[in-house]
């Protein structure tokens, strides 16, 4: 029988918003176990440990979907996020700032990135990106 790689992410999906932290924590690592290079599950699995309180696994795991993956935006974000847990604010900045580079329609990364601003007391400002016609 083969692995079937949608119906794992999107089962271990349900998990993780129906707040089933163990079966989804399975199922993110029943793909990194068959699929090492699925950067998602790398990413989800990490953005599971950010909301249960372990911030530096977090980290490790998100940063490994980074290493996969290294133009996806929301991974930047959400390692951002754990940067920020572990009160590292000039490195949730950086992140939220690559987040932005990537994609600079990232309304998420926008918003961390000037909340972050806001809570070092930075007066730095990210320069706008306005779509030309």
Known sequence: MSFDIAKSIQSALEHHQA??????????????????QYADAWHLLGVLSLQLGHAEKALELIDK?????????????????????????????????????????????HNNLGNMFRQSGQTERPTPHIKKP
């Open 65 to 109: 979907a980074i290493e996969i993956s290294p133009d996806t935006s929301d991974f930047y974000c959400n390692s951002g996020e754990a940067y920020l847990a572990l009160g590292q604010l000039e490195s949730a900045i950086n992140r939220y700032k690559r987040a932005i580079e990537i994609n600079p329609d990232s309304a998420g990364a």
């Open 19 to 36: 707040g089933r932290w163990q079966q989804a924590e399975q199922g993110y690592q029943a793909i990194i176990d068959n699929y090492p």
